[in-house]
Nanobody, 124 residues
Framework: QVQLVESGGGLVQAGGSLRLSCAAS?????MGWFRQAPGKEREFVAA????????NYADSKKGRFTISKDNAKVTVYLEMNSLKPEDTAVYYC????????????????????WGQGTQVTVSS
């Protein structure tokens, strides 16, 4: 069992930035970030592998969001820039135990462990 703890959410004005952190109790194959807005399905944001640092992003997030990792701290980050009100959501960190092509790891079912989520609110 891997424990995931997100932090870094909050209230920010449109155009601002936030960095989310996800501290893991152990390393797995890969980590991902998802988000869920009220009344909407949980959607993929980005993923990264622990060993090689390969990354994958949802097309709509490329350029504004950056996923990174710190192996020593067993922590994954999501840097979010130029935030928009439509980025408002609960952001979840997730971990996958075993290998899968990173490009297809884009649904919640592809991940084994989840954090409790952190709220991000972008005001206009």
């Amino acid at each position: 069992q891997v424990q995931l703890v997100e932090s870094g959410g909050g209230l920010v004005q449109a155009g601002g930035s936030l960095r989310l952190s996800c501290a893991a109790s152990g390393r797995t194959y890969a980590m991902g970030w998802f988000r869920q807005a009220p009344g909407k399905e949980r959607e993929f944001v980005a993923a990264i592998t622990w060993s090689a640092g390969n990354t994958n992003y949802a097309d709509s997030k490329k350029g504004r969001f950056t996923i990174s990792k710190d192996n020593a701290k067993v922590t994954v980050y999501l840097e979010m820039n130029s935030l928009k009100p439509e980025d408002t959501a609960v952001y979840y960190c997730a971990a996958r135990r075993t290998y899968q092509d990173l490009r297809v790891m884009v649904t919640p079912a592809d991940y084994n462990y989840w954090g409790q989520g952190t709220q991000v609110t972008v005001s206009s």
